[in-house]
């Protein structure tokens, strides 16, 4: 119940296309999905998250579509750049007062965007 | 504002022994958790720290235990370490208040002979 599954595993685009990663999830009591994009040699870093009582969320070429009925979410990213090339996390956690949050982490996509 | 800072940044270990990881967490930040990050296994929650007590504990064995100081500063210690301990040990810190967002640091690659 506190899985997240996320694909593809790995993508390749062209510079200026669109990149689209997938994640569903099966606890029905996460309350957050955050998007991590990592590179090489460095920690995860917040590229953007929603709610569930929000469909669609966009920040800059980064757009989240999320679907509560289907428990599904996706990361969009338009205009796809060779610097975008790292691997993305979904991820969804529920907040507790006495529990805190903990992220429960996709698999990864390895995007590589060619220039 | 500095970000979370965790030392050792590489760790060479043999079978056997133990190690303490150190992380720093963002000022103000009061919450402290910990993840191991691998190949096979992906990103996973090991615990996290609040006001110096373990709010949370993912499914890892007792040999892997943390602690949280009045500073906040948290430490992870691996007892006994396996072939297997070998990854990135991340801490991620944050307020500690619903839906919000975990910063994590660079991580600390440890490697067991």
């Known amino acids: 119940q506190q899985q997240v599954k996320q694909s593809p595993q790995s993508l390749i685009v062209q510079k200026g296309g669109i990149s689209i990663i997938n994640c569903a999830y099966e606890?029905?009591?996460?309350?957050?999905f955050p998007w991590y994009q990592q590179f090489p040699g460095k920690g995860p870093a917040l590229l953007i998250a929603?709610?569930?009582?929000?469909s669609e969320k966009k920040e800059g070429r980064f757009t989240i579509s999320f679907n509560k009925s289907a428990k599904q979410f996706s990361l969009h990213i338009m205009d796809s750049q060779p610097g975008d090339s790292a691997t993305y996390f979904c991820?969804?956690?529920?907040?507790?007062?006495?529990?805190?949050?903990?992220?429960?982490f996709g698999e990864g996509t390895q995007l590589t965007v060619n220039p | 504002k500095a970000g979370v800072t965790q030392t050792p940044r590489y760790l060479i270990k043999t079978r056997g022994q133990q190690v303490t990881l150190s992380c720093s967490p963002i000022?103000?930040?009061?919450?402290v958790s910990w993840y191991q990050q691998t190949p096979g296994q992906g990103l996973q929650f090991l615990f996290e720290?609040?006001?110096?007590?373990?709010?949370n504990k993912g499914n890892f064995p007792g040999r892997f235990s943390g602690r949280q100081f009045s500073n906040s500063r948290s430490e992870m210690n691996v007892s006994t370490l396996e072939l297997g301990d070998s990854a990135l040990y991340l801490c991620?810190?944050?307020?500690?208040?619903?839906?919000?967002?975990?910063?994590f640091g660079p991580g600390t690659r440890l490697l067991v002979l």
């Open positions: 991820a969804a956690s529920k907040w507790g007062e006495t529990s805190g949050s903990r992220l429960t």
């Open positions: 606890n029905t009591a996460f309350d957050y």
């Open positions: 991620a810190s944050s307020w500690a208040v619903p839906q919000e967002t975990q910063y």
């Open positions: 929603i709610r569930p009582d929000v």
């Open positions: 000022s103000g930040h009061r919450s």
């Open positions: 720290y609040f006001s110096e007590t373990q709010r």
